[in-house]
Nanobody, 115 residues
Framework: QVQLVESGGGLVQAGGSLRLSCAASGSILSLNAMNWYRQAPGKQRELVASMTAFGRTNTADSVKGRFTISRDSAKKTVYLQMNSLKPEDTGVYYC?????????WGQGTQVTVSS
């Protein structure tokens, strides 16, 4: 059974940085993509950054140039480096793996950026 556990969230001042981690346990036979989503209060969950199994990355326009997704395959961990954080980056950040015909989700980690 695949489980994803996020960590690294917290409270940071605007302009600061955080690095989120998503550690996977279990096995996915055919991994397609690894994603980071976020959900702000009262808003829909949105895709922030993604990485294909081949390592191709993409980030949302709202975070482009500030957020970077990366992975350590040996540790089965995906990271989201967040720099120059803004108050509008506040929300719960979720890790999502897509593979074997389904999606897997972590429990989320709270990121709060104060102005």
């Amino acid at each position: 059974q695949v489980q994803l556990v996020e960590s690294g969230g917290g409270l940071v001042q605007a302009g600061g940085s955080l690095r989120l981690s998503c550690a996977a346990s279990g096995s996915i036979l055919s991994l397609n993509a690894m994603n980071w989503y976020r959900q702000a209060p009262g808003k829909q969950r949105e895709l922030v950054a993604s990485m294909t199994a081949f390592g191709r990355t993409n980030t949302a326009d709202s975070v482009k140039g500030r957020f970077t997704i990366s992975r350590d395959s040996a540790k089965k961990t995906v990271y989201l480096q967040m720099n120059s954080l803004k108050p509008e980056d506040t929300g719960v950040y979720y890790c999502n793996f897509v593979g074997d015909g389904r999606g897997y989700w972590g429990q989320g980690t709270q990121v709060t950026v104060s102005s």
